[in-house]
């Protein structure tokens, strides 16, 4: 056994304390350009809203509605994770202004199928046309590598269900 065995350890656990704490500070960085990059991110499509007196459970509702198949009220409420009464409110005022349609299910008269009218596809695609804009920018910046590595932590971030959703559409494109 060589002299140098405890010598190597330490170097080891020394080099392991670094790596973690180089990840926590790498990850106290990451809270902070998440914080400013949302802000930036949804003040485009802020402005798109105070237009129409909506907010952004409003913008969230549509963003679903409108791109998904026979989305049903339950399954909005599954993926935005809010709770019954809170979706009614924002149901209730999209479809007040005409711009979510209700109707019942062919199937199941007991389901509530939602779509997008014409006029709430519209403001839809206005929303989505900013914020893409401001995405494309940003990548275009980063290049394809980063970009790579950016979706990669992204899904990491999120449950395993909805990361698995995204891998999913991956393998289909």
Known sequence: MSDNAPD???????????????????????IELMF??????????DRILEQHNLGRAHH?????VGTGRDVTVGHLLDTLNITKQSLARVLRRLIDLGLVV???????RRQRLLRLSAEGDALLQEL??????????????AGQE???????????IMNEEDSARFNRRKRVR
């Open 146 to 156: 980063r970009l790579e590595g950016f979706r990669k932590v992204m899904l990491a």
């Open 102 to 108: 209700q109707e019942v299910g062919s199937e199941d």
């Open 8 to 30: 190597k350890d330490a170097a080891i656990v020394f080099g392991a304390a670094q790596h973690e704490a180089g990840l926590d500070a790498a990850a106290n960085e990451a």
């Open 128 to 141: 989505i046309d900013a914020q893409r804009h401001l995405l494309r920018s940003a990548f275009k910046e």
């Open 60 to 64: 969230r509702a549509l963003y679903f």
């Open 36 to 45: 400013f990059a949302y802000r930036d991110f949804t003040a485009v499509a």
